[in-house]
């Protein structure tokens, strides 16, 4: 079975640039979650998605979106990119997100310049 | 808002010697995990735990959830090379919430 792949890998994006991440979860995984992860802050959650809907969103910016699709893959962006924006952005699958282990992606490291 | 706090936040180790990390949360978790991230890696799940006072061994590794479930720790026995990496803890605040508080992780050296 395939992993969690993230594409792409890294990016380099200026100010206030914005910017698609993608994520393609472990098949037959319908939860997908988001994390941002920078060496002063840990991992913080973004958000999950189950079923092309969001069932629960950290406290980000509204500069940050996502959403997922049918297929279960999902998205994340970030418009109007600002230098602390720059992170190793995580995806985890998992089948339902109801109390199970996440399985993470790769991630895609942007650097915001 | 809620906070899951890891300490220590570093740890160097001979080969041989122990290692524990501690993760203490503001608020009572459901359930709490442990995720292993190598260093250029991405975190891969290491156990979850449940229930108030719960012990779980994997070989040199022991985890244990606090009876008040608002602190786990981890113990690494006799600690290898293979050992070293960031250890995260995951708290879940409540069931069905479809989000973890991530720890601010340990990381371990392991001098040979």
């Known amino acids: 079975k395939a992993g969690v792949t993230q594409t792409p890998r890294y990016l380099i994006k200026t100010r206030g640039q914005q910017v698609t991440l993608s994520c393609s979860p472990i098949?037959?995984?319908?939860?997908v979650s988001w994390y941002q992860q920078t060496p002063g802050q840990g991992l913080q959650f973004l958000f999950e998605?189950?079923?092309?809907?969001?069932?629960n969103k950290g406290n980000f910016p509204g500069r940050f979106s996502g959403r997922q699709f049918s297929n279960s893959r999902s998205e994340m962006n970030v418009s109007t990119l600002e230098l602390g924006d720059s992170a190793l952005y995580l995806c985890a699958s998992s089948p339902a997100g109801w109390d199970e282990k996440l399985f993470f992606g790769s991630g895609t490291q942007l650097s915001v310049l | 808002g809620q906070q899951v706090m890891q300490i220590p936040q570093y740890q160097h180790v001979q080969e041989g010697e122990d290692f524990t990390t501690y993760c203490n949360s503001s608020t009572t978790l459901s359930n709490i995990q442990w995720y292993k991230q190598r260093p250029g890696g991405h975190p891969v799940f290491l156990i979850q735990?449940?229930?108030?006072?719960e012990v779980k061994k994997q070989k040199r590794l022991t985890f244990q959830f606090g009876e008040a479930k608002k602190n786990s720790s981890l113990h690494i026995t006799a600690t290898q090379t293979t050992d070293v990496g960031t250890y995260f803890c995951a708290g879940s605040p409540r069931a069905g919430t479809y989000k973890y508080i991530f720890g601010t992780g340990t990381r371990l050296k392991v001098l040979a």
């Open positions: 998605y189950f079923s092309e809907t969001q069932r």
């Open positions: 098949s037959g995984h319908r939860s």
């Open positions: 735990l449940v229930k108030s006072g």
